[in-house]
Structures are given as C-alpha cells and as structure tokens.
C-alpha cells in the first residue's frame, strides 16, 4: 500500500493527459490521411496528367505564374510597408492626442486646485480678522468697564503694543532708575532733615542774643 496519494494522483494526471495528446495525435492523422486521399493526390495526379496532355500550355502558365509572383514582391512589399506606416502613424497621433488630452485635463485640475487653495486662503484670512477684529472688541469692553472712558486710551496704547515692536530695554535697567530715584528721594530727605534740624551754634546765637 502507498502511503503517498500526491504522487498517485500526479502520476494519474500525467497518464490521462499523455492518453489524451496520443488520441488528438491520432485524431489529426486520420484527418490527415483523409485530406492527403480525398484531395490532395487526386488534384496533384490531375495536374500532372493534364502537363502531361499539354505540356506548352502548362509551361506558359508556370511561367506566368513565375513572373507574376516575382513582379508582384514589390507591391506586396510596398503594401506592408504602407500598413506599417499607416498604423504607426495613427498611434502616433493617438498618442499625440492622448498626450494632449492628458496636458488639458492636468491643466484644469490643477487650475481648480489653485482656486480652491486661493479660496481657502481667503477664508483663513477673513476669520484671522474677524477672531482678531472680536477679540479687540472684547478687549475694548473690558477697559471700558474697568477704566471708564479713560479705557479707550489705555485699550489704544495696548493695541498699539501688539501691533508695533517694542525696544527691549537692557537687564537691570530698570533696576539702575529705581534705585537712583531711591537714592535722590533718599539724598533730598536728608537734605531736608539737615535743614529743618537746629545747629548747636545756632541755638547759642539765639540764647545769647535773647539774653
């Protein structure tokens, strides 16, 4: 008993398929054996029975026949060669066309494609400015709110802030005009103090002369 079935069937196919090429090889013989009895014999043994009763006439037939077939290798040859110009001439134009068609529709799609991104560019620019147009007016009220009428100012200056570039001052700039107005008020309150306090020569001037 085999224990391999692939090989089996394998095997199987390959017979049937061998069967099957020798009985169409067989087939196409006996066709063949028919055509070559039924017609081909007898049109070659009419032929040479009818060269052999006239022979002239058969030789000016052939060579008709001769003359015909070498003359006739130029048109024939010339006819090919027409077709083959013919035909690749006409896929040449289609193709010409093709390419043409391709350039008109790439053109538009990309002309459309332009206008949709135009559009959307219009669109963002149309709602930045309305977000920002919205968020000064939101600003706007705010200060109005807070700072009364006097907000209008204070919401022009903010505005201008945004909208303009501002110097950046130096680090410890502002630290160097705090502390000079700290030492000035510093410096003026002791001035001051200096002033408003009384000398000892002063107050013995004052003493002597009230004496």
Not at 119 to 136: D, E, K
Not at 154 to 162: I, L, P, S, V
């Amino acid at each position: 008993m085999d224990d391999n079935p692939g090989v089996n069937s394998l095997t199987a196919g390959l017979d049937e398929l061998a069967s099957y090429l020798e009985g169409s090889t067989l087939v196409v013989q006996a066709y063949t054996d028919i055509i070559e009895r039924k017609y081909a014999r007898p049109a070659l043994d009419k032929i040479s029975r009818y060269f052999q009763g006239q022979p002239l006439t058969m030789t000016w037939v052939t060579i008709t026949l001769t003359l015909f077939a070498v003359l006739s290798i130029l048109p024939v040859l010339s006819f090919i060669g027409l077709s083959i110009f013919a035909l690749c001439s006409s896929m040449s134009i289609a193709l010409a066309f093709a390419f043409a068609a391709v350039v008109a529709l790439e053109t538009m799609f990309a002309t459309v494609l332009l206008l949709v991104l135009g559009g959307l560019l219009l669109f963002s620019f149309i709602v930045t400015t309305f977000g920002a147009m919205a968020y000064l007016t939101f600003r706007l009220i705010q200060h109005l709110q807070i700072y009364g009428r006097f907000g209008i100012a204070e919401w022009a200056q903010k505005t201008k802030q945004h909208f303009t570039s501002v110097s950046m001052k130096p680090e410890g700039s502002d630290d160097l005009d705090e502390s000079g107005v700290l030492i000035a008020h510093e410096a003026d309150d002791t001035v001051k103090c200096e002033n408003l306090s009384p000398s000892p020569s002063r107050s013995l001037v004052e003493s002597s002369g009230s004496i």
